[in-house]
């Protein structure tokens, strides 16, 4: 009963809230936010008893465009032209411990991912702004690291844009990339 009553009053309380202010809720975004962590499903892991057999090393949060019949690369994705490695926020990365990427060891925080994409490779950045929409304010300056990273072509079009990491060794993971018939790693390592 006392479950009941709260539930109650929380919908009543939204009820009010949204006739107060007079707005109605916006529209589902087109390319919906999304996030992967490694370990897979760390979250999930942690709430059970024995199963997170691994430390906490990313997250990445990120918007999932869709193909819808267009022409990803080459024309919604502009060879050599600075994108945000998604839609609408830039993603964002956020490592958990000193990580190695091109050779390079980029410190435990939060940063923006933005890629430079080719038929051939995408230059992939990690860049200290963060909290930015889209790749307009994109500032070289704050580059931490660039690495190349082979395309290659899958046999199965991926019709949302997808991001997931995969372990490789137990020092080294790839985050994939995935979307239309592309596929790009991006190793990193501790």
């Known amino acids: ?14 009820f009010t ?3 107060q202010n007079g707005s109605k809720l916006p529209p589902l975004d087109k390319s919906p936010m999304d996030m992967s962590y490694y370990p897979v499903n760390y979250p999930v892991l942690r709430i059970q008893p024995n199963k997170v057999t691994e430390p906490l090393i990313a997250r990445v ?9 267009r022409k990803v690369f080459g024309e919604l994705v502009e060879d050599g032209k600075i994108w945000r490695l998604g839609a609408n926020e830039a993603t964002e990365i956020e490592f958990y411990r000193d990580v190695k990427i091109g050779g390079k060891t980029v410190k435990k925080g939060r940063y923006t991912m933005y890629a430079l994409e080719s038929a051939a490779k995408w230059t992939i950045i990690i860049n200290k702004d963060t909290d930015v929409w889209g790749a307009f304010k994109y500032d070289a300056n704050k580059d931490v690291v660039r ?18 990491f995969e372990k490789v060794t137990d020092k080294s993971i790839n985050l994939i990339m995935d979307w239309d018939e592309v596929m790009v790693k991006m190793p990193i390592s501790w």
């Open 147 to 164: 690495v190349d990273c082979p395309v290659t072509k899958t046999a199965d079009v991926t019709e949302s844009f997808t991001m997931l």
């Open 1 to 14: 009963m006392k479950l009941l009553s709260m539930i109650l009053l929380f919908v009543a309380f939204g």
């Open 61 to 69: 949060i990120y918007s999932r465009p869709s193909k819808s019949g």
């Open 17 to 19: 809230a949204t006739a």
